[in-house]
């Protein structure tokens, strides 16, 4: 009985992993508006009745990938803790953010046609967390800035900053490609990103040796 369940369980995780796959692609290059349930299940591979089963609406699709993708940008943020040093912990940070960039595109475009189209679908509870989240790394940055490891820094403002040019290489890919004078990005591409952003960002902040 208990294997039958978790068999039930495997496959139903799958299947949604499978449905929300198919639904960022399509959400992301056809907005919600243009997305119908039938695309999503053709996508997927799977009958419509099966994404009913699953998901009881697009809307829901549209705001479990909106949840997911908020999920990978906290799990970034980890490494910004007063457990660390600031250079290592802005470095893993930037790294992490682009890594999640590069491997979730589709979901990052997404995000970005949603905040242009009025954030419709970024519930409050999506805001609050998001808000509860700043808040409390902005105040381990300030920590950093009290203890003297940092130069004073406007840790909201400084957290904008690294949250576009992270997100840029995502959401504009074709515009950064060309200027790297390339076809498209690999991951090479987002490594010398990391690099760049870190070193730069942190001789602004890091106050100087001696």
């Known amino acids: 009985m208990a294997?039958?369940?978790?068999?039930?369980?495997?496959?139903?995780?799958?299947?949604?992993?499978?449905?929300?796959?198919a639904g960022i692609e399509i959400f992301a290059r056809k907005g919600f508006d243009g997305t119908r349930i039938a695309e999503i299940a053709e996508a997927s591979g799977l009958p419509k009745a099966n994404v009913y089963y699953y998901f009881s609406s697009k809307e829901e699709i549209y705001r479990a990938i909106i949840e997911h993708l908020i999920t990978g940008w906290d799990n970034a943020l980890k490494f910004i803790s007063p457990e660390r040093e600031p250079a290592e912990a802005f470095r893993l940070y930037i790294k992490a953010?682009?890594?999640y960039a590069r491997k979730n595109g589709a979901e990052s475009r997404l995000?970005?046609?949603e905040?242009?189209?009025?954030?419709?679908?970024?519930?409050?509870k999506d805001r609050d967390h998001m808000r509860r989240v700043t808040d409390r790394h902005v105040t381990v940055v300030d920590g950093w800035i009290a203890s003297g490891k940092l130069l004073p820094v406007d840790a909201r403002h400084l957290f904008i900053m690294l949250w576009a040019s992270t997100q840029f290489y995502a959401e504009f890919e074709p515009v950064a490609a060309d200027?790297?004078?390339k076809s498209r990005l690999k991951v090479d591409d987002y490594e010398a990103a990391a690099t760049a952003i870190s070193e730069t960002i942190l001789r602004g902040i890091l106050p100087a040796a001696g």
């Open 111 to 113: 995000f970005a046609s």
């Open 97 to 99: 953010k682009l890594d």
């Open 3 to 21: 294997k039958a369940r978790d068999q039930e369980e495997r496959i139903s995780e799958r299947n949604r992993r499978i449905i929300l796959k």
């Open 179 to 181: 200027g790297l004078g």
């Open 115 to 124: 905040i242009i189209q009025g954030a419709r679908f970024l519930t409050k």
